[in-house]
């Protein structure tokens, strides 16, 4: 039941190199092997979305996603995303909007958040709610996080 | 005139202003400091077998092949783990006649919740606790089970604590008026509806955590804590674990949601800290989100009956409520669960003035996870119960729902005075309340689309909802039963050498914003720029004693508390001002930073000059001043048991008839939480709070089968809202300050879950009326409306 293995990976621009049970998921590894503590467990399961990470340029479920299969992947998180600047735009308005309260869900909104703007997506409230449906977030009542997506595309929310 | 009560006669840079929260940066770059995240040298991980029974004997518990799995540091079975936490017992003497038994930290003997702990394992990491928990050999004796509250009373039902003779564990009657005569005048119409109020949960999205760190050297624990009320749980560790107070230190940074979840007793932790201390060792205990499902308190369940009569004219005459309430196998410790069924005694009906009130609660124990105080304890019951009867009474007579309310609000001009059930109420608005709602959700051309929609046999339905909420509690709420939760709270705010400001409070942060409002009220009551304030809650070894964050009290106790010590400080630093400057402390201010002429504004020094003066240079000052650099204040509400506010809520819904399912199209809040600190802030804390109502409105039930299994423990089978389903919520104020403090604010968290639930079901319920159809069940799930439609049978 506890089978290692290697794995090599690139982590937010760095490489990486462990050994870790092959059991572990890579949200686990993330935060426990590498520091990297911004990436949340809220439900181990697939449906919270506070893992959300980008693995080769696309979201995924640091839960749902063993460490193992992360070999020769690209991975960002949230402190990457930071780091990088990627998310500067996004983290000025959800301060300017108060888009956070307790900010556990935050990473995985700004991941799935980035994903919608990235990929061209308008200032449309319901099709911006519609993409942050996978992302639950029990504090906000997620307006003036909606509110905070609309800000960054800019022009007139419909 | 000087003292604090001139703050607000001069110009304020920060309170009452949009600010963003300091602590947002952090949190946005994935730089929290949650429970989880702490990784302690030589730290184990601890998992718990749970009882998969809602009431059984414990007959055999094996623990050896358990103990030789790999990584394994200890198990504990719930009897060894009794010889090191005492047990508790969650009454208060207030609540006269309450009872519950002493409960460990694991069950002993007989366990009576699914979910239970009944051992503990401690290993290297979670996995390998988890792998070892499979290995404990368990043997139960499956006991008949007390499972609905509705038959929990009955004779045969089984009874859960056979010493107490029947599993009722507390009752409290309210009368006021006399009802029979007040429902007996002649042409009174009297409504009599059951309403059901489903179990639902926080949810709070980072899950119950806790990392306990002993220290044999100084026999001292600290508790990293994901909560509310750091120095309770100091006291609540010190009892359980015979440790001096003094040797126990909570600590709470960043808290991924609380509701009132995580501010009770859980065995799990306790036994945690036991643990650590045992071992010598730290010692991590996060909840997976099946176990926060089982063991995380639940909410609400509630059977109400209510009946109302009502004048001709729409007043009404008498309310009358029997409210029936199952709290699982004990009363929660500290606080009590008898709390929830009290408030909906206290506070049903309140907003409104009636001949007679009568009220009867009992709270009942069954074998189901335990009920404990959840955001807005009581409110939506209350709320729900009054409003929806006072509708229903309305369509009886034909009226319209904002008429028959301006019928019976208290008058804006009647404080103070008492609610029918005793409370004493202040500074409310309620009139004044209503008609902005009416005016800011447009209530004449919402009627107007609705009557358009029904043309086209769209069912659509507007509901109103006036309340009232407690904030600011007093002693009387729980320290006068004899809990160990502070009413007061203190703030300590320093000016260092740089001339920043440190600030620390007792009250605590879990996302509302608390640390950014009392950098607002340090920097606009002591004048300096705000980014040079620096703020510490949530940590037992430094920041004033106090009762933390709960019961919407935060910014009307805590923020009293900064305002009073910011100028105290600013006095202080004034008068050493006078003497450096040969100046009148009456004719000097400090303004950003700067000691200033008062009347022209003029810099005279800055404030560094004046704090490295008095650190480095003491020398430089007469023998005879004394400075002081730092001040801390307290404040505690004294002449009101609570401190209420109130609102009024709207709600617009479509039904789908064919499906059953409930779209909410829009909804308003109006509030008055006396003086707004931070705008921004309180609009959030209000929706999200609408949200969370809107969940146990339409969504959220914790489902237990008959033999008290929990049937939905994962995300995907509980509903709570996402982003798609809900609405933008239009949140409005009106500002009556309280006349209880200078600051002036009441709280403002639980009015959204206390007044939205009951706005939702009116608006259903108006949707369905022309159909003959109504729904009295929460939450309003597309089944419930399609059985109320008969278009699915019983
Ligand atoms: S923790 Fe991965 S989706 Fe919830
Ligand atoms: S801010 Fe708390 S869960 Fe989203």
Redesign the interface.
């Known amino acids: 039941m506890t089978g290692m293995a290697r794995l090599t990976c690139r982590v937010n621009g760095e490489e990486v190199r462990a050994e870790v049970p092959v059991r572990r998921n890579l949200l686990d590894f993330l935060r426990n092997d590498l520091g990297l503590t911004g990436s949340h467990a809220g439900c181990e399961h697939g449906v919270c979305g506070a893992c959300t990470i980008l693995v080769d340029g696309v979201t995924v479920r640091g839960c749902l996603m063993l460490a193992v299969q992360a070999e020769g992947a690209e991975v960002v998180t949230v402190e990457g995303l930071a780091e990088s600047g990627r998310s500067a735009a996004l983290a000025a308005a959800f301060t300017a909007r108060n888009a956070l309260q307790c900010g556990f869900c935050t990473p995985g909104m700004i991941a799935s958040a980035l994903e919608y703007i990235d990929g061209g997506g308008g200032p449309d409230r319901a099709a911006i709610r519609a993409h942050l449906s996978g992302n639950y977030c029990r504090c906000t009542g997620y307006q003036a996080v909606v509110d905070a997506v609309c800000d960054v595309i800019g022009g007139a929310a419909k | 005139m000087t003292g604090p009560a001139t703050i607000f006669d001069r110009p304020n840079r920060y309170i009452g202003t949009a600010e963003?929260?300091a602590?947002?940066?952090?949190?946005?770059?994935?730089?929290?400091r949650?429970v989880?995240?702490i990784?302690l040298p030589r730290m184990v991980h601890a998992a718990f077998l749970r009882s998969p029974h809602a009431h059984a004997r414990i007959v055999s518990l094996d623990v050896a092949a358990a103990r030789a799995m790999?990584g394994v540091a200890a198990v504990w079975t719930g009897a060894e783990m009794a010889a090191h936490v005492t047990p508790w017992v969650g009454v208060l003497t207030h609540l006269a006649g309450l009872r519950s038994p002493p409960q460990p930290a694991l069950a002993v003997d007989v366990v009576r919740w699914q979910g239970e702990p009944v051992a503990m394992v401690v290993a290297a990491t979670r996995?390998e606790a988890e792998?070892a928990v499979e290995r404990i050999e368990a043997d139960y004796d499956p006991l008949p089970a007390a499972v609905r509250m509705e038959e929990a009373l009955s004779p045969d039902a089984p009874v859960i604590h056979p010493e107490f003779g029947s599993n009722l564990a507390w009752e409290r009657r309210v009368e006021t008026g006399d009802m029979a005569a007040a429902m007996a005048q002649p042409g009174v119409t009297v409504v009599e509806r059951t309403f059901r109020f489903g179990r639902h949960t926080?949810?709070?999205?980072?899950?119950r955590a806790t990392v306990m760190d002993y220290d044999p050297a100084e026999d001292r624990l600290t508790m990293h804590y994901s909560g509310q009320a750091p120095h309770m749980m100091q006291v609540v560790l010190s009892r359980h674990l015979g440790l001096p107070e003094e040797n126990i230190r909570v600590i709470s940074n960043?808290?991924?949601?609380s509701?009132g979840i995580k501010i009770h007793t859980y065995g799990d932790e306790i036994a945690v800290g036991a643990a650590a201390r045992l071992l010598r060792r730290p010692v991590k205990f996060?909840a997976?989100?099946m176990e926060s499902f089982m063991t995380d308190i639940h909410a609400r369940d509630h059977v109400v009956t209510g009946r109302i009569g009502v004048h001709a004219d729409g007043r009404i005459a008498g309310l009358e409520i029997d409210d029936l309430t199952g709290i699982g196998p004990f009363s929660m410790y500290p606080r009590t669960s008898a709390i929830e069924c009290n408030q909906v005694l206290n506070l049903t009906g309140a907003p409104y003035r009636m001949e007679a009130y009568r009220a009867r609660g009992r709270v009942v124990f069954q074998n189901k996870n335990m009920m404990c105080q959840y955001r807005a304890v009581g409110h939506p019951i209350a709320m729900a119960v009054a409003d929806g009867l006072l509708d229903e009474a309305g369509r009886a007579l034909g009226m319209d729902p904002v008429v028959i309310r301006q019928r019976n609000l208290i008058a804006d001009d009647a404080y103070p005075t008492t609610s029918a059930s005793g409370m004493k109420l202040d500074d409310l608005s309620h009139q004044k309340t209503l008609a902005k709602l009416v005016e800011v959700m447009g209530y004449e051309a919402l009627r107007a689309d609705q009557a358009a929609a029904r043309a086209r046999g769209v069912h659509r339905g507007i509901g109103i909802l006036s309340m009232v909420e407690v904030t600011n509690p007093s002693p009387m709420f729980y320290g006068i039963g004899g809990a160990p939760i502070a009413s007061q709270d203190g703030a300590t705010v320093r000016l260092d050498a740089g001339g920043a400001l440190h600030i620390s409070s007792s009250v605590t942060e879990?996302?509302?914003?608390t640390n950014a409002i009392l950098a607002q009220i340090a920097a606009g009551v002591f004048g300096v720029d705000i980014g040079r304030v620096k703020v510490t809650t949530g940590d037992t070894a430094t920041v004033p004693y106090g009762g933390g964050t709960w019961a919407s009290r935060g910014a009307g106790i805590g923020g009293e508390a900064m305002l009073l010590a910011a100028h105290a400080l600013k006095e202080q630093v004034l008068e050493v001002a006078g003497v450096m400057l040969q100046a009148g402390v009456e004719s000097l201010d400090i303004r950003a930073g700067k000691i200033v002429d008062e009347a022209t504004g003029a810099e005279r020094m800055g404030l560094a000059d004046l704090a490295r003066t008095v650190y480095y240079r003491g020398n430089e000052l007469p023998a005879d001043l004394k400075p002081e650099l730092v001040a801390t204040r307290h404040y505690r509400v004294s002449d009101m048991p609570f401190v209420f506010t109130n609102g009024a809520m709207g709600a617009y819904v479509e039904v789908d008839t064919d499906t059953g399912f409930t779209k909410v199209l829009g909804f308003w809040a109006v509030e008055d939480c006396g003086r707004v600190i931070n705008p921004?802030?309180v609009d959030?804390q209000v929706?999200?709070?609408?949200?969370?109502g809107i969940g146990g409105a339409l969504y959220e039930e914790c489902l237990y089968d008959d033999q008290g299994q929990l049937l939905n423990t994962?995300?995907?089978d509980y509903l709570?809202?996402?982003?798609?389903e809900?609405p933008?919520?239009v949140v409005a104020h009106v500002e009556t300050p309280t006349k209880t403090s200078i600051l002036g604010a009441k709280g403002a968290g639980e009015a959204g879950t206390g007044g939205a639930p009951g706005a939702i079901l009116n608006a259903v319920n108006d949707a369905l009326a022309p159909l003959g159809a109504s729904v009295w069940q929460m939450p309003i799930t597309p089944e419930r409306v399609l059985r109320a439609l008969g278009v699915v049978a019983d």
């Open positions: 963003p929260r602590d947002a940066a952090r949190l946005l770059q994935g730089r929290g949650f989880d995240d990784q790999p996995a792998d926080g949810v709070t999205l980072e899950p960043d808290v991924g949601g509701f996060v997976d989100r879990q996302g509302q914003g921004m802030l959030e929706r999200g709070g609408v949200v969370q994962t995300m995907a709570v809202p996402m982003a798609a809900m933008d919520i």
